[in-house]
């Protein structure tokens, strides 16, 4: 199993319940073939540039060990999913 993390943005206008289902679906996925070691919903926060006219973003940070068969569904969903403004996987080796 790896260390990975990613980091995706979700729309700003998304209701507390939206985000907690759309937080806990890419959970879900997650742990499905691997282990979540750190979990860090940042909030609402300003985007660098504009995406699409949006300005602001709600930040999520997770870094977690897995196979990677689950970051391939991972970003698959991430791709489809109309909640999701930008989002990046990257292989953490520093552990």
Known sequence: MRNYEVMYILRPELEQE??????EKFKGIITNGGEI???DVMGKR???YEIKKIRDGIYVLVNFQSAP?????LE??????DDVIRYLITL????
């Not at 939206?18 to 937080?23: E, G, K, L, T």
């Not at 068969?69 to 569904?73: D, L, R």
């Not at 698959?76 to 999913?81: D, V």
Request: cysteine-free.
């Open 46 to 48: 300003r985007l660098a």
């Open 69 to 73: 068969e689950v970051v391939a569904e």
């Open 76 to 81: 698959r969903l991430m791709k489809i999913s």
């Open 18 to 23: 939206a985000v907690d289902a759309a937080v």
């Open 37 to 39: 070691t750190k979990h």
């Open 92 to 95: 953490d080796v520093t552990k």
